[in-house]
């Protein structure tokens, strides 16, 4: 609830009128810069809420696999594993969709704490409906051929924030987040591309001493290495959503002080807001 007199409600970055425009602008290293200077300062919470989903999502997977008679049993049987992987998504994705908007806090200037994971439960049906939706979407995709399956992957990588900040349904965030990504889609290619690189190149270090008694060491640096690459994935997704859908941020700082903080567009909408499709800052 907003309680001071003098808050604002600010427009921060792109949005949605424009992104279905293809009227924004992705700049591959300025976004990467600003996502790892981000990651330095506010990769504690990201990293403690991806934790909980993914221990939340190996002791489901346990429980149900058991279920059906055991991890191998489940791998063999297509209508069983299929089942798991809904299971499964039912109960992470609504902890994950905490994750992904810390990282669109982030890109506003805001700062974090891991019970974010669980502050947008509310929304949580539409989280996983969303999810389910893009996930078939992209199976398909990569089920046909290689490159509508990429295509999907990127173009549908924003609808979690679009069903939570913008309050959509899940159809509509898909429609949309197609429609408006599509018209920048190498350079949100090269971006994903390069921190799919990234993670690919902390597996080298682990495979190369799994088979040896150095293999510890290969584990920790894997480990220290994605609790900067998780939070700077999410924090680069963030900004992204910042610069192509924007953002509404109900504020006391002047328009001068968030654009230096974000380091984006920001625009005033009005001096007040009772409205709860506003983040505080």
């Given at each position: 609830?907003?309680l001071?007199?003098?808050?604002?409600?600010i427009?921060?970055?792109?949005?949605?009128?424009r992104?279905?425009?293809?009227?924004?602008q992705?700049?591959?290293?300025?976004?990467?810069?600003?996502?790892?200077?981000?990651?330095?300062?506010?990769?504690?919470a990201?990293?403690?809420?991806?934790?909980?989903?993914?221990l939340?999502?190996?002791?489901?997977?346990?429980?149900?696999?058991?279920?059906?008679?055991?991890?191998?049993?489940?791998?063999?049987?297509?209508?069983?594993?299929?089942?798991?992987?809904?299971?499964?998504?039912?109960?992470?994705?609504?902890f994950i969709?905490?994750?992904?908007?810390?990282?669109?806090?982030?890109?506003?200037?805001?700062?974090?704490?891991?019970k974010?994971?669980?502050?947008?439960?509310?929304?949580?049906?539409?989280?996983?409906?969303?999810?389910?939706?893009?996930?078939?979407?992209?199976?398909?995709g990569?089920q046909?051929?290689?490159?509508p399956?990429?295509?999907?992957?990127?173009?549908?990588s924003?609808?979690?924030?679009?069903?939570?900040?913008?309050?959509?349904t899940?159809?509509?965030?898909?429609?949309?987040?197609?429609?408006?990504?599509?018209?920048?889609?190498?350079?949100?290619?090269?971006i994903?591309?390069?921190?799919?690189?990234?993670?690919?190149?902390?597996?080298f270090p682990?495979?190369?001493?799994l088979?040896?008694?150095l293999?510890?060491?290969g584990?920790?640096?894997?480990?220290?290495?994605?609790?900067?690459?998780?939070p700077?994935?999410?924090n680069t997704?963030?900004?992204?959503?910042?610069?192509?859908?924007?953002?509404?941020?109900a504020?006391?700082?002047?328009?001068?002080?968030?654009?230096?903080?974000?380091?984006?567009?920001?625009?005033?909408?009005s001096?007040d807001?009772d409205?709860?499709?506003?983040?505080?800052?």
């Open positions: 609830m907003i001071s007199e003098k808050i604002s409600i427009q921060v970055g792109g949005s949605v009128e992104a279905l425009q293809g009227d924004y992705i700049n591959v290293k300025a976004i990467l810069t600003e996502a790892w200077q981000l990651t330095l300062k506010s990769r504690l990201i990293n403690v809420g991806l934790l909980f989903a993914i939340l999502g190996m002791s489901v997977s346990f429980i149900v696999s058991d279920y059906f008679g055991g991890i191998e049993t489940v791998l063999e049987d297509p209508q069983a594993s299929m089942l798991l992987n809904i299971v499964v998504t039912i109960a992470v994705w609504p969709a905490g994750v992904e908007m810390m990282g669109v806090l982030h890109a506003v200037g805001m700062k974090t704490h891991p974010m994971t669980f502050a947008f439960l509310q929304r949580a049906s539409w989280v996983v409906l969303c999810a389910l939706f893009t996930s078939v979407l992209i199976s398909l990569f046909l051929l290689i490159l399956g990429i295509f999907l992957a990127i173009t549908l924003l609808t979690i924030p679009l069903v939570i900040e913008k309050k959509m899940p159809m509509k965030a898909i429609i949309l987040s197609i429609q408006a990504l599509r018209f920048k889609f190498m350079p949100l290619f090269v994903y591309f390069i921190l799919l690189l990234s993670l690919i190149m902390l597996f682990l495979a190369l001493l088979e040896s008694t293999a510890p060491i584990f920790m640096i894997f480990i220290f290495g994605i609790s900067y690459l998780a700077l994935f999410y997704k963030g900004i992204l959503y910042r610069e192509i859908f924007g953002i509404n941020v504020t006391d700082k002047s328009i001068e002080e968030l654009a230096q903080t974000t380091k984006s567009p920001v625009s005033k909408l001096s807001s409205s709860d499709d506003t983040f505080s800052a």
